[in-house]
């Protein structure tokens, strides 16, 4: 159960914050762990990526409309999830007073809303095709926010490793439309039953 529990922290943290939460440093191999303190200074790394482009220009409220359209997306995700699947009902609830077979099927339940959600909602394809655990080849001109390259790498591309996890890439979006006027931050209504 906890790592159904971590999954969701760390799914969610990474999507509002950008960053993994520090409780799950135990659970994180030795390599990826934060140090506790700052660490001496280290040599620049023996690989050096180099974008094929230059990015394109920003416009001048790129940051702005950026945060805005993404917080609208998260928000309307979360919306979602809590609908389909009471999500964050499930994640405010503490589970320490029950049994695992009691926790159990509640995740069913919760898994299968969220689940609906991705199918409707998000078309998803891996990032790298095979099998987890199979060898793969790391071409030169990769994209490090594609491929995340772990443990020790020397020389220059291309890496030959064993795929850890294939990754996620969103193909398609299908949110939605709100119209205006709509708070986008109530995520679930409050329901009141009249006598």
């Not at 482009?53 to 979602?80: F, I, M, T, Y």
């Not at 969103?170 to 006598?195: I, K, M, N, Q, Y």
Request: overall charge neutral; some cysteine; aromatic content about 6%.
């Amino acid at each position: 159960m906890t790592r159904i529990y971590l999954a969701f922290v760390c799914f969610f943290a990474l999507l509002f914050r950008g960053r993994l939460p520090p409780q799950i440093a135990p659970f994180l191999p030795e390599e990826l762990r934060p140090s506790p303190a700052p660490p001496p200074p280290t040599p620049l790394p023996v690989v050096e990526l180099v974008p094929a482009q230059p990015p394109p220009a920003k416009p001048v409220n790129a940051n702005v409309d950026k945060a805005g359209l993404r917080g609208e997306g998260a928000l309307a995700l979360l919306s979602l999830l809590q609908r389909e699947g009471r999500f964050v009902d499930f994640m405010r609830e503490s589970l320490d007073g029950y049994r695992d077979q009691d926790i159990g099927a509640a995740v069913r339940d919760v898994h299968r809303g969220c689940r609906k959600v991705l199918e409707v909602h998000l078309k998803l394809e891996p990032v790298l095709p095979g099998q987890e655990e199979s060898a793969v080849v790391v071409p030169a001109g990769f994209d490090p926010a594609e491929v995340r390259l772990l443990g020790e790498t020397r020389g220059a591309p291309p890496f030959r490793g064993t795929l850890v996890h294939h990754g996620w890439r969103a193909v398609e979006v299908r949110f939605p439309h709100l119209s205006d006027g709509v708070d986008r931050r109530v995520l679930a209504p409050a329901e009141v039953r009249v006598a």
